[in-house]
């Protein structure tokens, strides 16, 4: 009975000391959720904010991109403005330029053939006195030829005598 009683007083310490930890864990899990609850709605909150500071700098990216954007237009349209003008002046200048030249080349032509008919005249004075060079220095060739050959008759004879 002693036995059975002490048992009993420890199974009934154990039940207790059991039904304490499942309160124990009760209220841990209701705490942990409580605490994941308020995580989880601190984690929108953060989440809705930074969703709305992100649409915020979009917004702001965006204005500042099409402010950009037709500035950049602007300056093109001057740069057009600018590049047509500066076209328009080479244009007459170009023109200006090549009727300059043509005139120079008008005049040129005729200088030209002034120059051409001299230096044909004067090709034509070098061919001829080239020709008697050339016949001065055949004759004088021959004359050479005709010396040395009879110099070496001579030395034949003169050999032959020998």
């Known amino acids: 009975m002693e036995l059975q009683s002490s ?4 199974v009934d310490s154990l039940t207790n000391r059991i039904q304490d930890l499942h309160g124990l864990v009760r209220e841990e899990r209701e705490q942990r959720r409580n605490d994941i609850e308020h995580l989880a709605t601190s984690l929108v909150g953060k989440v809705n904010e930074c969703v709305t ?3 915020e700098e979009r917004s702001v990216r965006v204005t500042e991109q099409t402010v950009s954007i037709k500035r950049f237009g602007e300056d093109l349209i001057t740069l057009q403005q600018r590049i047509e003008a500066e076209k328009l002046n080479r ?5 200006a330029l ?4 043509h005139d120079v080349l008008g005049n040129r032509s005729a200088n030209d ?4 008919a001299a230096t044909l005249e004067e090709l034509a004075a070098l061919k001829s006195s080239l020709a008697l060079e050339r016949e001065e220095r055949v004759a004088e060739d021959d004359e050479i030829v005709q010396a040395i050959n009879d110099y070496t008759r001579a030395l034949q004879e003169g050999l032959n005598v020998v």
């Open 91 to 95: 244009d007459s200048e170009l023109g």
């Open 53 to 55: 500071a992100l649409d």
């Open 113 to 116: 053939e002034h120059f051409k």
């Open 7 to 10: 048992l009993k007083t420890a």
């Open 98 to 101: 090549r009727s300059e030249i």
